[in-house]
């Protein structure tokens, strides 16, 4: 199985920005469909963001705007570029594939002070 390690979280202003990073570790990684995932405290995971093979992006309705997904096939890698936060985006923030879901590493802590 692929293992996807995520750093770049951190502490930051709402108003400000964070990028996130993703980087798969096996070499079974798929050029396939990818996303950003978050789980805030008490809440279930949900999506934030996918990019297709082709690197056409979708969006949360509330992210749409501020974030923005990336990738780098060559690095088996996807970034997260987060703008504008707010302190509803405070979450352990997880990357996996949109279909055929691998084991979820450790996440990325994102916390926004007010």
């Known amino acids: 199985q692929v293992q996807f390690v995520e750093s770049g979280g951190g502490l930051v202003q709402a108003g400000g920005s964070l990028k996130l990073s993703c980087q798969a570790t096996r070499s079974a990684f798929r050029v396939d469909a990818i996303s950003w995932y978050r789980q805030a405290p008490g809440k279930q995971r949900e999506l934030v963001a996918s990019i297709g093979r082709g690197g056409n992006p979708v969006y949360v309705k509330s992210v749409e705007g501020r974030f923005t997904i990336s990738r780098d096939n060559t690095k088996k890698a996807v970034y997260l570029q987060m703008n504008s936060l707010t302190p509803e985006d405070p979450a352990v923030y997880y990357c996996?594939?949109?279909?055929?879901?691998?084991?979820w590493g450790q996440g990325a802590q994102v916390t926004v002070s007010s």
């Open positions: 996996n594939y949109l279909f055929n879901l691998q084991s």
